[in-house]
């Protein structure tokens, strides 16, 4: 007898990553076996046969083999990067692809079942992800034996978990999504159990993990004051540097003040440990780190000013990552909209796009509850062809919502052109010729003799539910369709290696 198959959801994140299910119509986590709900996007490659993901890999940051550790692949998703271990090379996707099946060997272990068993998948990704890095997720996905069933955006997660657990009709949300090492606001209009996206915002300037720089490079000089230490020379120090940072970040959202003490070995003759002490504050902290909050407030910002909304429209705020747990986010917030506005915080912020994920997930065994549920997004490039002159055509602009498709008709600008080129583009600016990124071509042959002008060349762009962009072109005379996605080959961040080498690993 065939055993059914189990439906997961997972936040994939670019510093942690969490997995969870509906179970018995309760959103569940699943921890890992050293029972932490979040794993660490780290993945250490120990042969050329295991590798190990997690708090195991981070370990390794602060050892002499940090050079066989990947450290937040997500980061470079869907780029031309590759990561040397060894004689080899790894791709971004191929390192996330490990971290998803250690996600599934999680939840295999938590529903005490086999992994294969688990197939089909919610995925989450950022919302300003564009479309090159939303196939590489996809793709990784697969490859680490999924079912793919939706791509959704974390800030349609946070506010898929918020609508589980506080039935709502109408409401007017801002997503305030801080990860490791971006921000994405985002204004979500609900009704009728559909969520609409009506502006975004992101930055790459603020991140969990810039809080830890900034405060790690105040305490480096602090404690090169007292005992001549040089972090900038050490990368291990420094990294042990880091870790007690986010600590002192951490502890400073609950408290006022709080004592940082870190180990320190001095070197010479007769090396001792010592123990460095300094006593640090939440205002001190909130100088220290004055620039990110600035960044915060415009990014914010500029979420309006894009969606032309203003602040006054929001009704309440998500909040979603665990720094935002940071007193002064909420401050800053509450000062930017308008009074009575309320924030949620009965969902950990850390878990709020796990939870969405997972509730979507029960969803899946359900097709007609899921095809209800309308994630309505918004394209968060421009996209276009490129004209004879070398500039940017657009055809679907940034901030459209989708599923959509759009027809442009395009012509010749020469006589007696026999064939002709259409070269896809997206870009953040259209006006720059400097933003463009390629996304793949589609050429027309046997075009017959006619003027400039003359031939209609109809052009349809398409954007499915998991935001993925297919392209289709009509002949202008046999009338036949040639139709391209942006795939491998033309997308960056492909599986370009046969071996798949992140699938036959043994992964711990």
Not at 53 to 75: F, H, I
Not at 357 to 372: C, K, T, Y
Not at 413 to 435: C, F, G, M, T, Y
Request: charged letters at 25%.
């Amino acid at each position: 007898m065939e055993r059914k198959q189990v439906a997961i959801g997972i936040d994939l994140g670019t510093t942690t990553s969490l997995a969870g299910c509906l179970l018995k119509g309760v959103p569940i986590i699943f921890p890992n076996e050293r029972g932490n709900l979040l794993t660490p996007c780290i993945v250490a490659f120990r042969s050329r046969q295991t590798a190990w993901v997690g708090e195991l890999a981070r370990n390794l940051l602060t050892s002499r083999k940090r050079n066989q550790v990947v450290v937040y692949p997500m980061r470079y998703i869907g780029t031309e990067k590759v990561y040397a271990i060894g004689d080899r090379e790894y791709s971004p996707s191929e390192v996330l692809l490990i971290i998803l099946r250690k996600l599934r060997d999680i939840a295999a272990k938590y529903l005490k079942i086999r992994g294969n068993r688990i197939r089909k998948v919610i995925l989450t990704a950022p919302a300003h992800f564009n479309d090159t890095q939303r196939l590489a997720i996809v793709r990784a996905g697969k490859h680490a034996g999924f079912d793919v069933v939706r791509l959704v955006s974390e800030p349609v997660a946070a506010a898929a978990a918020h609508g589980f657990l506080n039935t709502f009709g109408e409401e007017r949300l801002l997503v305030f999504d801080l990860g490791g090492l971006t921000l994405d606001i985002t204004l979500i209009e609900v009704a009728d159990g559909s969520f609409y996206i009506r502006g975004t915002s992101s930055t790459d300037l603020v991140g969990g993990i810039r809080f830890d720089e900034m405060l790690a490079k105040f305490l480096a000089r602090k404690f090169e004051e007292i005992c001549g230490a040089n972090f900038s020379e050490d990368t291990v120090l420094y990294q042990n540097l880091l870790h007690v940072a986010e600590k002192t970040k951490i502890d400073l959202s609950f408290v006022e003040d709080t004592e940082v003490l870190f180990p320190y070995l001095l070197s010479g003759s007769s090396p001792k440990k010592t123990y460095l002490n300094v006593r640090i504050n939440r205002t001190q902290f909130e100088k220290i780190t004055a620039p990110l909050f600035e960044q915060i407030r415009k990014t914010v910002m500029d979420a309006f000013k894009r969606s032309s909304i203003v602040p006054g429209w929001v009704s309440t705020v998500i909040m979603s990552g665990g720094c935002s747990r940071i007193p002064r986010i909420k401050d800053m917030l509450l000062e930017i909209l308008s009074p009575g506005v309320q924030v949620e915080n009965h969902i950990p912020p850390e878990q709020t796009v796990a939870i969405g994920a997972s509730v979507l997930s029960g969803f899946i065994d359900d097709p007609e509850r899921l095809s209800q549920l309308e994630l309505q997004n918004i394209t968060s490039y421009h996209l276009g062809l490129e004209d004879n002159d070398g500039n940017m055509v657009v055809v679907i602009p940034r901030g459209n919502t989708y599923p959509c498709e759009v027809t442009r008709t395009f012509t010749t600008a020469e006589d007696n052109e026999d064939e002709a080129v259409i070269h896809i583009l997206q870009s953040k600016d259209p006006e720059n010729s400097r933003s463009y990124q390629s996304l793949g071509q589609i050429t027309l042959h046997k075009l017959p003799p006619a003027r400039a002008g003359e031939p209609n060349i109809r052009i349809t762009f398409a954007i499915d539910e998991y935001g993925v962009l297919k392209v289709s072109v009509k002949h202008p005379f046999t009338k036949e369709s040639t139709k391209t996605i942006i795939k491998t080959g033309q997308w960056k961040g492909a599986f370009t290696k046969p071996e798949r080498r992140g699938t036959g690993l043994r992964v711990l």
